[in-house]
């Protein structure tokens, strides 16, 4: 069994032999690997927390029917009114959403502002999924491989300091390595509709898929899966452990801006992850 603070030792040592490229690897980790998930949310600063409120919407032959605790509404304004006067709304809440239910009434009786609010729905449903297929094809394409030469540098630089050429291997042979990052992207995507658990746990039993197809291009993208959850077999709790360790530096990264995970932080956790890559290979 591996210990965590030797490997982490390694890793820093490493890390140190190498700088300034250590640092430009992991920045491009960050920026291009880490903080590619394009999603679209929604917030509202005021919203409505309240455990004794029961709303249930209806579909009728006149229209739609909103029940607010019991009490039916067939105008949505109504309803939203109701919800507003629910106990525990605060007065900048029922001012919201007093607003909503203006705008809610004009569009339901307004067949014009019916289309309208339709066509902006549709522009912006258009947009979303614009946004999301450029995001799916660069992380397929670009960020997927670059990730596996990033993480060959690393594991390179475990021996003896990288060049940073070492990332373009992440890219040769490309068709397989996007096939094989697609498949654990995808593999990781569907355990997580299960729960969050089942997700976080494939997560980990994928995790050294990266590294295997950046040192071996011979090796087929099922077969690096396979691999990648044969060397993480009772090593998934002992790697978070090793994430955890790392959770006062992280703290301490956040409260100087970033600063820290830049220049120290980020590539040191990479470069003890190449080591722990090492170590597993050879068991």
């Known amino acids: 069994m591996w210990d965590r603070k030797e490997l982490k030792a ?4 490493a890390f140190k032999a190498n700088y300034w490229k250590c640092v430009l690897a992991a920045l491009l980790l960050t920026l291009f690997v880490a903080g590619t998930s394009f999603t679209v949310s929604r917030s509202a600063g005021n919203t409505l927390d309240n455990s004794n409120l029961n709303y ?17 509404y067939d105008q949505i304004g109504d309803a939203i009114n109701a919800v507003a ?6 007065p900048e809440q029922a001012q919201a959403v007093a ?9 339901q009786n307004n067949p014009e502002a019916q ?8 522009l912006l449903g258009g947009v979303v999924l614009l ?45 397989r390595n996007i096939g094989a990052m697609f498949l654990r992207d995808l593999f990781i995507c569907l355990w997580s ?22 040192e071996d291009p011979e090796i087929s993208g099922k077969d690096a899966i396979t691999l990648s959850r044969q060397m993480m077999d009772g090593q998934k709790w002992n790697t978070f452990v090793l994430d955890l360790s790392f959770i006062g530096w992280d703290l301490l990264s956040a409260v100087t801006g970033g600063l820290l995970g830049l220049f120290y932080v980020n590539p040191y956790k990479h470069a003890t992850g190449a080591e722990l890559y090492q170590v597993l290979k050879n068991q």
């Open 193 to 214: 509709l299960l729960f969050v658990i089942p997700g976080i746990i494939k997560a980990y039993s994928y995790r050294m898929v990266p590294y295997i197809l950046a």
């Open 85 to 90: 006067e629910a106990e525990g709304t605060t």
């Open 56 to 72: 249930s919407v209806s579909q009728t032959d006149s229209g739609v029917e909103v029940t607010v605790n019991g009490q039916t």
């Open 99 to 107: 607003e909503l239910a203006d705008f809610a009434n004009t569009v």
């Open 115 to 122: 289309e309208a609010v339709g066509v902006i729905l549709a």
């Open 10 to 13: 390694r890793g820093m040592a």
């Open 131 to 175: 946004v999301g297929v450029i995001g799916g094809l660069l992380r397929l394409l670009v960020f997927n491989p670059l990730e596996i030469g990033c993480r060959g540098f690393f594991t390179v630089n475990s021996d003896a300091p990288a060049e940073l050429s070492e990332i373009k291997t992440g890219f040769q042979p490309f068709g």
